[in-house]
C-alpha cells in the first residue's frame, strides 16, 4: 500500500546542514496498523509529513496506493491527498467552526453538494460516537472529543490511508484508551490502512500490528509487534519494550528478591502470541526437582495476541535449574536470567 524507498531529507539551516532522514526503506501493507516509535528528533514527523507530501524527500521515492507521490502534478497530487488523512497531537481544529462544521470542511473544498454533506457529516458524527455535540464549538470540547472531530474530518473524504501525527500525546490516559480503540474500530470496520508515529510504547502494543523503530533517521528495527517485543535486538527498541513490560515498582521488587536470594537463579520469561496460552507454569510447577516462586508478571493483549511476561525464582540442583529452563524455552517462550545461581561458599 504504501513504499519508501530510499529516502534522505536535508534541511538548510542557518548552521549547515541537518540530516532528518538518512536512508529510509519503508513498507506497509494494506489494513495494517504500522507504528513508527521513536525519541524526540529521530525524524518521525519529518516521515509522516512526506508521505503525503507534506515536505518533500531530498532523495527517494514514495509509493502510495500505486502513486509516485514525488512525481506527480499539482492536479494529481491534490487528488492523491484526499486519498491520505491526517490526525495531529494538538487537533488542528477550526476554532471558528462548530463539530459539524469542521467535519464538513474538506467536503466543502472537494465541492461535494449540500445535501451529501450533510448525510456525510452525520454519519462520521455516528462513527465517532459524537453524537448530541454536533453544534459545539472546539472550546467547548474535550481532548479526547477535539480529536474525535479530528478523527472525522480526517475520514471526510474517504481516504484509504489515515497517518497520525503523535494523536494521543495530548491527551489524559483514559482518554488515550479510548481513542485508541475508535483507531482499531475504523481499521477494521472501512479497512483503512493506518500509520502513527509515537514515542509510547504502550501505544504501538495497544494497536499496532506492525512496528518500525527509528533512531537518528533510519530504522533501527522493524517487525510484527509481538516479534519486537518477544526478542528486541537493538538497545533502543529493549529500553522502548521496557516501557511496557517492567514497571519500576517491580523493577524494585527484583532488586530486593536478588539481595535476600543471592544464589538463587532469577529468570525474566517473555511470552508472546501462542505460548502466553500455554499452560507452560503449571507444567514447569510439575517438575519436583527445583523450587518455583513467582517474583512479578503481567499480561496484556496486542493486536496479534496476547503479550506477557513472568520473573520466577529457580532454587535447585544448577543441572535441574538449567533443564527447567529449556523446558520453558522449549515452548516458545523467551527467557532472560537475569542472575544466574552462585556456587555456594565453602
Ligand atoms: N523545518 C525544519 N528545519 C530544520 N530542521 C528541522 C526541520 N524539521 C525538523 N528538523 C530537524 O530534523 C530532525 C528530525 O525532526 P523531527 O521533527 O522529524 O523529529 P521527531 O522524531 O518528530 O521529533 P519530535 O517528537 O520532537 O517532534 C531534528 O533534528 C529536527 O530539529
Not at 120 to 145: D, F, M, N, T
Not at 322 to 336: L, M, P, R, W
Request: aromatic residues 4%; charged residues 25%.
Amino acid at each position: 500500500m504504501i513504499k519508501l524507498k530510499g529516502i534522505k531529507k536535508f534541511y538548510k539551516t542557518k548552521t549547515g546542514l541537518v540530516n532528518a532522514l538518512n536512508g529510509i526503506d519503508l513498507e506497509v501493507n494494506k489494513g495494517d496498523i504500522f507504528g513508527v516509535i521513536g525519541y524526540s528528533g529521530a525524524g518521525k514527523s519529518t516521515l509522516i509529513r512526506l508521505i503525503n507530501m507534506l515536505e518533500k524527500p531530498s532523495e527517494g521515492r514514495i509509493n502510495v496506493d500505486g502513486s509516485e507521490m514525488s512525481t506527480l502534478s499539482k492536479k494529481a497530487l491534490r487528488d492523491a491527498r484526499k486519498q491520505i488523512g491526517m490526525i495531529f497531537q494538538h487537533f488542528n481544529l477550526l476554532w471558528s467552526r462548530n463539530v459539524k462544521d469542521n467535519i464538513a470542511f474538506p467536503l466543502e473544498i472537494a465541492g461535494v453538494p449540500k445535501r451529501e454533506r450533510e448525510r456525510k457529516v452525520k454519519e462520521l458524527i455516528h462513527l465517532v460516537g459524537l453524537e448530541g455535540r454536533e453544534s459545539a464549538y472546539p472550546s467547548q470540547l474535550s481532548g479526547g472529543q477535539k480529536q474525535r472531530v479530528g478523527i472525522a474530518r480526517a475520514l471526510a473524504n474517504d481516504p484509504k490511508v489515515l497517518l497520525c501525527d503523535e494523536a494521543t500525546s495530548a491527551l489524559d490516559p483514559k482518554t488515550t484508551e479510548a481513542i485508541l480503540d475508535l483507531l482499531v474500530d475504523i481499521n477494521q470496520k472501512l479497512g483503512l490502512t493506518i500509520i502513527l508515529i509515537t514515542h509510547e510504547m504502550h501505544v504501538i502494543k495497544k494497536i499496532c500490528h506492525q512496528v518500525a523503530v527509528i533512531d537518528n533517521g533510519i530504522i533501527v528495527e522493524e517487525g510484527e509487534v509481538l516479534d519486537v517485543f518477544r526478542s528486541p535486538q537493538m538497545a533502543i527498541t529493549k529500553d522502548f519494550v521496557k516501557q511496557v513490560t517492567s514497571d519500576s515498582e517491580s523493577e524494585e521488587a527484583v532488586k530486593l528478591i536478588k539481595q535476600t536470594y543471592p544464589s538463587a537463579t532469577i529468570a525474566r520469561l517473555t511470552f508472546a502470541g501462542e505460548a502466553a496460552n500455554r499452560p507452560v507454569i503449571s507444567e514447569l510447577l510439575k517438575q519436583e526437582a527445583i523450587d518455583v516462586n513467582l517474583l512479578e508478571g503481567n499480561l496484556s493483549q496486542t493486536q496479534r495476541g496476547a503479550l506477557g511476561t513472568l520473573t520466577l525464582l529457580l532454587d535447585g540442583e544448577a543441572p535441574k535449574v538449567k533443564d527447567a529452563i529449556t523446558f520453558v524455552e522449549n515452548q516458545g517462550v523467551v527467557v532472560e536470567v537475569i542472575q544466574h545461581a552462585s556456587e555456594p561458599v565453602s
